[in-house]
Nanobody
Framework: QVQLVESGGGLVQAGDSLRLSCAAS????????MGWFRQAPGKERDFVAN????????YYADSVKGRFTISRDNAKNTGYLQMSSLKPEDTAVYYC???????????????WGQGTQVTVSS
């Protein structure tokens, strides 16, 4: 089992930056790929970014490419999502997930955090 806890969300203005953290506990975090997803009110959960077990491979949704950066520090059992140039359409609950595969589909992940709210005002 892996327990994930997100933090770092909040209310910001368009153009601002935020860094989300995903703290892992339980089984060895470095053994898992990590993904970030988001869900806006009334919408489906969308893929944002993922990173493989050692941070060597990353992938981004087109909507965040060039603005968001995913990273991880396995020594600290923590993953990160650095978000820059935020837009109102980035408003959502952001979830981190861990799993065996570096996937873009939420169903491929085994463990999920509870989510953290990000609200971007115009």
């Amino acid at each position: 089992q892996v327990q994930l806890v997100e933090s770092g969300g909040g209310l910001v203005q368009a153009g601002d930056s935020l860094r989300l953290s995903c703290a892992a506990s339980g089984r060895t975090f470095s053994g898992y790929a990590m993904g970030w997803f988001r869900q806006a009110p009334g919408k489906e959960r969308d893929f944002v970014a993922n990173i493989n077990w050692n941070g060597g491979t990353t992938y981004y949704a087109d909507s965040v490419k060039g603005r968001f950066t995913i990273s991880r520090d396995n020594a600290k059992n923590t993953g990160y999502l650095q978000m820059s140039s935020l837009k109102p359409e980035d408003t959502a609950v952001y979830y981190c997930a861990a799993g065996k595969w570096t996937a873009r589909v939420g169903g491929m992940y085994d463990y999920w955090g509870q989510g953290t709210q990000v609200t971007v005002s115009s």
